[in-house]
């Protein structure tokens, strides 16, 4: 909502308070107000002008030699170019050292052989957005009223002096949709009174009633339809102050007649609409829900298909408008009408919303529809109408007005204690306070000892309950005054349990080892839910799913990461590396609702090193892979639990995964995407992983222990083992840790060789191993014994051979 500064003046004295300290007022009482802005911020030297002459420029054809009358002591000669500048207008001008937005200074110039001592400007030129600016001025300069004074500030004729603060309201805030209901707001706030238009008019001795009649049959979307009757009206361009206020809050002038209903619109709050009594068609208005497919052409000229979802305003027997939302082109007011009829009702929200969201046609009107018009309102502002036809399109307002009203609308009544407001607050507010509030706020409020009854005037819908109150007491005491205090009494500090502390870690583990955090949906399609599933079991089925690609509970999170990699891939996003720590969802016999169990997983696909000016790069592998998992269990200190056991899982490639074990249980795979499935999803290589991270975070572990920087030397000695194809390079490891003992710290594999040396059927293994003691510097001969264990255990246990 843009609100005029200048113009609220009109209904709250503001005197001694500026437009900025205004704002802040109004945003510390609890609506705020997004900026101040001054249209003429910066500019100057913009004045009115006479154009007393004009004539072809001798050397061009497209621009015009004009006599202007500035106020000076002397006309000034201006160059323009704009194609309807003419003798007898009263223009902008920007005179010599005159300053426009974006700081464009003007300077006496001389355009093909003419001297040009000023502009002659557009609104556009002034700052004005064209979409705002009336039609006739859309193209060329603006034309002021004939009875503007010579070498007055052109910027103030056009309001641009004015200062406009932008509230942004919430929904429930449709009150403050009116500058009258700003005003009671401001008024509240300022401890003054605010200041109602005056309706006076006069009747003629024709009756309304004469001219048209009214017959709601759609009564519960329309309790409240009145139509005003203003004859030998002259269609033409609406006061200039009037334009400029209409422009202040982006709305576009027409002519004096649509501009006086949208000008009712914004200070009433209370749309309306106006119809051309003679383009009519007959003597009836009939309010009704719309026929099926039946059709209308609004005034934006666009033919539209309705249906019995949406309420139209019809001559008995064509629509001549939506309701609420936009009138017909054949009832449209132009500009040889002469008889209007004035619209003021009170249309369902509901209603209004869904025929603005059929058609796709906002306006200021269905906004304040949808939110709430004061039901109390709507008579008076048709009231207001009629006069300011009368007024400024020299129209004769017939006697009386033609309603329909079956409008049960009653002010809500609450009442309140001043313990409960205090209570609530953390305030101690007397009686009298509390009471000097709610009469700011123009509620009517009766006081018995510390009880309050309020009665909610219809124009605060919003205000239904006890709560609501409390909320007004607050805003209006002031939110800065409400103390602040500390709690009392035996208090303990907020801390994350330690599965929330495990699950940060591990997110820092992933995120620093290089992936991106994914959020996927729980739900799925029925093929998709249990593939990569850890546990067999039936997916659970929504009972109403928004579609059958989103008709099951997952679960698996891998087949959700790999349609996330799908679509990186489809956008030349060749490496993608990511996981999800979430929820699967697994059925439960005889309990209606599923377990909730989560899960950590991956999906890595590309580069996962590239280093171009070295020539270097590294694709993703299961190592990779394994890696990052591996550094995950470090950092859960579950490391030394953790084992990998070749597997065949389903849709994952049968020589390139492995299960994940914690204690001998199966927590989880890690693998590369099985070709075909990677050929249907149309991605490349990626490797995925998924463990029950419920698993790993209940795992119990061993405190912390800290060890002393190594004094003493190790010993490495490296073994190659000859073994059958078959045999697990782990087992024989797990072999070699046993019979080490006590002195072997460290066993890892570092080369795999079956080549053409090799007989067939064998293979070898070659295994690193690391001797220390912390006590003392081992021997030879503590070396030679300890590694003859190990070379008879693997020799007996696995058929290994040292190879020659």
Known sequence: MFVSYKWLQEYVDLSGISAAELADKITKSGIEVEGVEKKSEGLKGVVIGHVLEREQHPNADKLNKC????????????????????????????????????????????????????????????????KIVAKEYAVGIFNFPQDAQVGEDALEALGLDDEILE????????????????????AAILRRDVKWPTIEKEEASEKASDYISVKVEATEDNPLYMAKVVKDVKIGPSPLW?????????????????????????????????????????????????????????????ERTLTPDHLVITNGTE??????????????????????????????????????????????ASARFEKGVDPARVREAGERAAQLMAEYAGGT??????????????????????????????????VSEVQDIFTRLQFDVAVEGENFTVTIPTRRGDITIEADLVEEAARLYGYDNIPSTLPTGTTTPGALSDYQQKRRKARRTLEGAGLFQAITYSLTSAE???????????????????????????????????????????????????????????????????????????????????????????????????????????????????????????????????????????????????????????????????????????????????????????????IALVVDSATKAGDIQSIIVEAGGALLK????????????????????????????PERTLTDEDITKAHDKVLAAVKDQAGAELRG
């Open 528 to 718: 998709k839910a249990a593939q990569f599933a850890l546990e067999a079991r039936e997916s659970i089925r929504l009972a109403m799913p928004m579609s059958e690609e989103r008709s099951q509970l997952r679960l698996s999170i891998v087949p959700q990461l790999l349609e996330v990699v799908k679509y990186n891939n489809a956008r030349q996003i060749d490496s993608v590396a990511l996981y999800e720590i979430g929820s699967v969802f697994l059925k439960q016999d005889g309990e209606q609702l599923p377990e909730e169990r989560e899960h950590v997983a991956a999906a890595i696909t590309g580069l996962w090193e590239s280093h171009l000016w070295q020539g270097e790069k590294k694709p993703v592998d299961f190592f990779v892979a394994k890696g990052i998992l591996e550094a995950l269990f470090d950092t859960l200190g579950v490391a030394s639990q953790i084992e990998y056991r070749q597997a065949e899982v389903k849709n994952l490639h049968p020589g390139r995964t492995a299960e994940v074990l914690l204690n001998g249980v199966v927590i989880g795979f890690i693998g590369q995407v099985h070709p075909t499935v990677q050929k249907e999803l149309d991605i490349k290589e990626t490797y995925v992983f998924e463990l029950s991270f419920k698993a790993l975070a209940e795992a119990e572990v061993a405190p912390i222990a800290y060890e002393t920087i190594p004094r003493f030397p190790s010993i490495t000695r490296d």
């Open 746 to 773: 460290e066993v890892q594999v570092f080369d795999l060789y079956e080549g053409d040396k090799m007989e067939e059927g064998k293979k070898s293994i070659a295994y690193s191993l690391k001797y220390f003691d």
């Open 67 to 130: 006599l202007v009358d500035i106020g000076a002591e002397e006309p000034v000669q201006i160059i323009c170019g704009a194609p309807n500048v003419d003798k007898g207008q009263k223009v902008a001008v920007a005179t010599v050292g005159a300053v426009l937005p974006g700081n464009f200074k003007i300077k006496k110039a001389k355009l093909r052989g003419e001297e040009s001592h000023g502009m002659i400007c557009s609104l556009q030129e002034l700052g004005i957005e064209s």
């Open 167 to 186: 509230l942004s309201l919430t929904p429930n805030r449709s009150d403050a949709l009116s500058m009258l209901g700003v005003a009671y707001e401001v």
């Open 397 to 430: 307002i017939l006697e009386g007005s033609v309603e329909y009203n079956d409008m049960k609308v009653e002010p809500a009544v609450i009442s309140i204690t001043l313990n409960k407001i205090n209570g609530l607050l953390g305030t101690s507010m007397s």
């Open 242 to 302: 009037m334009q400029t206020r209409l422009m202040a809050a982006g709305i576009r002038p027409h002519n004096n007649v649509v501009d006086i209903t949208n000008f009712v619109l914004l200070e009433y709050g209370q749309p309306l609409h106006a119809f051309d009594y003679d383009r009519l068609g007959s003597k009836e208005l009939v309010i009704r829900r719309a026929k099926d497919a039946e059709k209308i052409t609004t005034l934006d000229e666009a």
């Open 319 to 364: 629509p001549v408008a939506i309701a609420g939302v936009m009138g017909g082109a054949n009832s449209e007011v132009k500009s040889d009408t002469t008889t209007v009829i004035i619209e003021a009702a009170y249309f369902k929200g509901s209603t209004v919303r869904k025929a603005s969201k059929d058609h796709g046609l906002r306006s200021e």
